[in-house]
């Protein structure tokens, strides 16, 4: 069986010629997994952070973008695979490297997951295929709302759904839905995309555990799966019901897997906590910020991280080392199909539930609720308070969407990002307005790069 012609899409523009993959990240990593795997070797990646990446991938030099180290004869003969998500960004690295003489140059999404959907359907027809949680759940193939993987399904619903009857039939989908539970959280992020570095003490809020199970009920009885609930906070661990919520997703029927995000600077108390953890249907992913977060909590991660292994969590830690900057809350006047170019561009379309509302992203959520961008009934589906049938109407709606007016109020994901992880500095009562303003929920320009 020839692996290339049945499973990879068409990989002419890369085979026998040099292989660069621009970005080593989860992704870039997957790409290369899968292009040897076809038979096609990856010569080096391009990556700003090289320096905090380390020397080499998979026998590959990763090192900071050249565009004009090669010799100009070589680079039209090289195959590039830009792995950024946002396309607009993609398109501007494409146009540098076209620019610059590069002429097979890769940026589609759909190249991309066809290519690591190929592999792993190449491998199952092999009988080399693994199910591994830790690997499936950051493959863009699943981890885009936007997408769906019958490998990835049919595994959730053969070893992880429970009530999944025969005789039902599966037309109404979720591939992914985040739980807001709380917007509390231990860190308070310049540009979090939750917002944190915007909120006054009177803000703070923890969703009821009860209130949370009823709306996720009626919005499960609403939709016919739910291959992945996504809790989130704030800080998750920072509810104090954290065990409860865990409890009842866990033994909601035809759901398949928890995702559980979390910084890991607060170790739960409850050891039930932690056996729920273990499920082999859930994956904990620590959001990292290395020497940004105070050391106490540094060591806290360290804690947290050492309970997981000892109880055999499927975990993932993520050194998170920047941000998109989605801007300011301002309208930004775009027009209908502009609107349609930054949601359909966005690599954050989440489709949270929070406070009984399916919100498109958690920027959506809570920025609602702290006034900072106005209330949009058409943004959101009102699941607490409308009847099931009316919910399921509104929800399958809501997935075909192709923009939403709080778009008009973000930057979406553009070329420019912040450094992840710095901490919004304390300002006393007295001092002026104007600096509050600047250390408190402003744009904060003076850290603001480019991610080309």
Avoid at 93 to 109: D, F, H, P, Q, W
Avoid at 309 to 325: C, E, K
Wanted: proline content about 4%.
């Amino acid at each position: 069986m020839n692996r290339t012609q049945s499973y990879a899409p068409d990989l002419t523009a890369l085979m026998g010629r040099r292989v660069i993959i621009y970005g080593a990240g989860k992704i870039g990593r997957r790409i290369q997994e899968a292009l040897n795997w076809f038979g096609v070797s990856v010569d080096f990646f391009w990556d700003l952070r090289a320096d905090t990446i380390g020397a080499e991938l998979g026998g590959a030099p990763v090192c900071k973008p050249d565009f004009h180290a090669l010799p100009e004869s070589e680079r039209g003969e090289s195959g590039v695979i830009v792995t950024i998500f946002a396309e607009n960004v993609a398109a501007q690295v494409r146009a540098r490297l076209e620019k610059a003489g590069y002429t097979r140059v890769i940026t589609e999404r759909d190249f991309i997951t066809r290519l690591l959907h190929g592999e792993c359907a190449s491998r199952r027809a092999e009988g080399q295929f693994q199910f591994d949680l830790e690997t499936c759940h950051i493959c863009p193939v699943v981890s885009d709302t936007r997408n769906r993987c019958d490998i990835f399904d049919d595994h959730v619903r053969q070893h992880f759904v429970q009530d999944l009857a025969p005789e039902r039939p599966i037309e109404l989908v979720i591939p992914s839905v985040g739980v807001l539970v709380s917007n509390k959280c231990t860190l308070t992020c310049v540009g979090c995309n939750h917002l944190r570095d915007h909120y006054v003490a009177s803000d703070h809020v923890d969703i009821p555990a009860a209130q949370i199970l009823a709306d996720l009920k009626k919005f499960v009885n609403a939709v016919d799966l739910v291959n992945k609930i996504v809790l989130v906070g704030g800080e998750s661990m920072l509810h104090p019901e954290i065990e409860a919520i865990l409890e009842g997703i866990m033994t909601l029927p035809r759901v398949g897997v928890v995702h559980v995000i979390t910084n890991g600077t607060v170790i739960p108390q409850s050891e039930r906590v932690f056996e729920l953890l273990a499920s082999p249907r859930v994956i904990v992913e620590i959001s990292g910020y290395g020497e940004h977060i105070p050391v106490k909590f540094q060591r806290n991660v360290d804690k947290f991280i050492g309970r997981l292994q000892a109880r055999g969590v499927h975990h993932r830690y993520t050194q998170t080392l920047q941000w998109f900057d989605f801007g300011g809350f301002d309208a930004r006047g775009y027009s209908e199909s502009e609107l349609e170019q930054v949601y359909g561009t966005c690599c954050f379309v989440s489709n949270d539930i929070f406070d009984g509302r399916l919100f498109k992203c958690s920027r959506s959520a809570y920025g609602t609720l702290i006034g900072k961008i106005p209330d949009y009934p058409g943004d959101y589906v009102d699941i607490r308070n409308l009847p099931v049938a009316e919910v399921r109407r509104q929800v399958s709606a809501f997935l075909e969407m192709k923009w939403a007016r709080v778009c008009n109020h973000c930057n979406g994901a553009s070329i420019h990002v912040i450094e992840a992880g710095q901490q919004v500095k304390i300002v006393s009562k007295n001092q002026p307005k104007a600096i509050k303003d600047a250390q408190h929920g402003a744009i904060h320009t003076e850290s603001q790069k480019t991610v080309v």
